[in-house]
């Protein structure tokens, strides 16, 4: 049955802006229209009955459309009242398309004397001091609320539709849903959690009201540990990946035992979002707002989080996702992707034995060669008992192919110490026989590839950084390193660029005079460069004799990086990356992607900002015949049709620039980053027009299985 009991309307208003990709869109400043506001009561066996508060938004009535819901838990002593006042917000976030429509459901939760903590409580009560004894809350609002609600009301009732929030004991109660009810919720909003590792102190109100207590005991640390995040987390399924959005103020409430400070809810919020987000099957966003322990801090904090939240419910069933997962049972990474007449070549660095190559330590190299009908021709495996990684293939002389990145082990048969990161570059032809290896770098001092290239006469151009001094005496912190290599291994040329700051290379594309672009970040002013203010994407262009002919740097005062560079036809470059700030039109929140068209000369162009509200990043990009270029990126929000934790997407850019057609890919779990959010991304355009994308995955295209922890999709997008 659907009922509605009391109904009140509360109103809101706003200017609005359409955040999304491609061509910024304005709406103009009109009053938003209202929600109703309902006061309810649900059955429930485990307590009896569940006092709440519903948010149904404009033209509920009107139609018969089905909604997410998300559920918001308030804090100790509060009630079901606190959460009314964004009742405004949501009316003017959904009026704006900032946030779809959704049922919101805030519930009163009195017992244990307004401490329950949101558990299932384990505490008989006492007798001697009249304390009643406790309830099982979690069990109640779990099960017997939303079913009760998704009987109710029109809701999509899946865990892709459903989240969960609260803030302070509310924020404790929306952490342990969302990480032990996997299956109910696939978000979670968690506002200054009250939450303690690996107890809470002693003076914490945690061990007050029974929520972790058993039988006459208030508090029972046994209890508390068998709730605590850690050991939800230590038993979450991957398989039902979940996303947090924890925020907490800067000024929150200090211990005054200094034993105590870690349990200062600053310090716990910030463990808890290293903690989580590096569990496979968890992404999470983390904020630190100007304030202490209330509204000031919560009521923003919410508008972001349910602006990150909603692009993630979904209330249609994602597209199928038609890619090959390759991987072993260790932590694995993508390592390039090649199109060939005849077939295929993939870059893996793998974290154990992969199919008939046998594991050396740390992590391998492996490049397999497929033919056009996808059966394997052959595989040659980099390796060292140390850590090997690849940053991309290219093709090489007669048929082979060229593969640089990294090793800490002896590649060559020349570098027994180990002491630190070789740069390398490798030859292998066209059998899948290695002809080369090329080893170099500062021994005392950490150098890495980061980018290969062909350049076009069987060798290879490679871009990375140094730490130390390969090419003249180090600027300062990291430098760039921009080196050729020649179709016989031979090192024609190491270029060494940077400021005092910490400078990396991590694109390179030939330029057609011979000569090379590159790209990347930088920590400061650049030679030629200015610094805009944090960290700075940066281009050069380089002669074919290793000369910086002209280096610009692209910056605003938050982030920017410039992460892939592609030559078109007509000698422009593309450089593609991320941006914190405004490099183009509009900002649409958090990180953009961006790509800025250079001419030869480095002169720019144009420039395309694109996103969402959430963190969008721009990877590489391929030319299209048309001269037209597709943008792949990784992102949070709905560029195209969001799919779950971190996707793929692509976007088509016109010669102009202009954004015309977008998809979006991925599992419900974290595609194409890593769990630090950098990117490990590769496309290649084929033959037929049709593009090649290799990457990450921690998830799985259906139906298939992740291997374990990182493994490496391949597909292909048509022409």
């Not at 740097?553 to 007509?570: A, F, I, K, Y």
């Not at 649409?588 to 480095?602: M, P, R």
Request: charged share 20%.
């Amino acid at each position: 049955m659907r009922n509605r009991l009391t109904r009140r309307v509360l109103a809101g208003a706003g200017a609005a802006v359409l955040l999304g990709a491609g061509a910024p869109a304005a709406l103009p400043a009109l009053a938003a229209e209202t929600g109703t506001v309902l006061t309810a009561q649900a059955p429930s066996d485990a307590v009896g009955t569940i006092d709440y508060t519903v948010y149904l938004p404009a033209g509920y009535d009107a139609g018969d459309a089905e909604y997410p819901t998300v559920y918001l838990l308030h804090g100790r002593g509060d009630t079901q009242a606190a959460w009314q006042r964004v009742a405004g917000d949501l009316d003017e976030m959904i009026a704006a398309g900032t946030i779809q429509p959704m049922v919101v459901v805030m519930p009163d939760a009195p017992w244990n004397e307004r401490g329950s903590w949101y558990t299932d409580s384990l505490y008989t009560g006492d007798k001697a001091t009249g304390a009643g004894a406790g309830m099982s809350v979690e069990t109640a609002f779990t099960e017997d609320l939303v079913e009760h609600v998704d009987a109710t009301y029109r809701t999509v009732e899946d865990r892709a539709a459903r989240a969960v929030g609260g803030y302070s004991m509310g924020g404790a109660g929306a952490l342990r849903f969302t990480l032990a009810h996997q299956d109910t919720f696939s978000a979670g909003i968690v506002l200054s959690p009250a939450v303690y590792v690996p107890q809470p102190p002693a003076d914490s109100s945690t061990r007050d009201y029974g929520a972790y207590g058993v039988g006459h005991k208030l508090f029972d640390k046994h209890r508390y540990t068998e709730l605590s995040y850690p050991t939800a987390l230590e038993a979450l399924d991957p398989g039902l990946p979940v996303h947090l959005f924890i925020a907490v103020g800067d000024d929150e409430w200090a211990n005054p035992d200094p034993a105590d400070a870690s349990h200062d809810l600053d310090f716990e919020s910030a463990q808890l979002y290293n903690t989580a987000r590096r569990v496979d099957g968890v992404t999470a966003e983390f904020r630190v707002l100007d304030g202490g322990h209330d509204w000031d801090v919560w009521q923003p904090a919410f508008r972001e989080a349910i602006t990150d939240v909603s692009a993630r419910l979904r209330t249609t069933p994602a597209t199928p996702w038609d890619a090959e997962l390759l991987g072993t049972s260790g932590d694995d990474r993508a390592g390039g992707a090649l199109a060939l007449d005849d077939g295929t070549l993939i870059g893996l660095n793998v974290g154990a034995a992969y199919a008939d190559v046998p594991y050396a330590g740390a992590m391998d190299v492996v490049l397999e060669r497929r033919a056009a009908d996808g059966s394997v021709a052959w595989r040659h495996a980099l390796t060292t008992a140390a850590n090997d990684r690849a940053y991309g293939v290219v093709a090489g002389s007669d048929g082979g192919v060229v593969t640089a990145g990294y090793t800490r082990g002896d590649l060559d048969g020349a570098h027994p110490s180990g002491a630190s990161d070789d740069a390398f570059v490798a030859g292998i032809d066209a059998a899948g026989a290695r002809e080369w290896t090329t080893q170099f770098g500062d021994p005392a001092a950490a150098d890495r590839v980061y980018a290969v290239a062909s350049d076009g006469a069987g060798g290879a151009f490679v871009a990375g950084y140094t730490s130390g001094s390969v090419d003249g005496p180090s600027a300062g912190d990291k430098d760039a390193l921009v080196a050729r290599v020649t179709a016989d291994g031979a090192l024609a040329w190491v270029k060494q660029i940077g400021g005092t700051g910490e400078d990396k290379a991590l694109a390179v594309a030939p330029a057609p005079d011979g000569g090379v672009y590159v790209g990347g970040v930088a920590g400061g002013a650049m030679p030629g460069g200015a610094a805009a203010g944090g960290l700075d994407g940066w281009t050069a262009r380089l002669t074919a004799a290793g000369d910086v002919a002209w280096l610009n740097q692209h910056g605003t005062g938050d982030t920017d990086q410039v992460s892939g560079l592609e030559v078109r036809d007509d000698g422009t470059v593309i450089a593609v990356g991320h941006t914190g700030g405004q490099l183009g039109a509009t900002a649409f929140g958090d990180k953009d992607a961006f790509a800025l068209a250079l001419a030869d000369d480095g002169s720019e162009l144009w420039t395309t900002q694109l996103g969402t509200a959430t963190d969008d990043r721009g990877v590489t990009a391929v030319s299209r015949a048309d001269g037209s270029v597709l943008l792949v990126g990784t992102t949070y929000g709905p560029i195209g049709s969001q799919v779950g934790g971190v996707d793929v997407f692509t976007a088509v850019l016109d010669a102009s620039g202009a954004v015309g057609e977008r998809s979006q890919f991925g599992s419900g779990d974290r595609d194409g980053a890593d769990e630090w959010d950098e990117a490990n991304l590769y496309a290649a355009g084929a033959p037929d027009g049709s593009v090649l994308v290799s990457g990450l995955s921690f998830g799985a295209p259906d139906g298939q299985t992740n291997a374990g922890a990182g493994d490496v999709f391949t597909m292909t997008i048509a022409p």
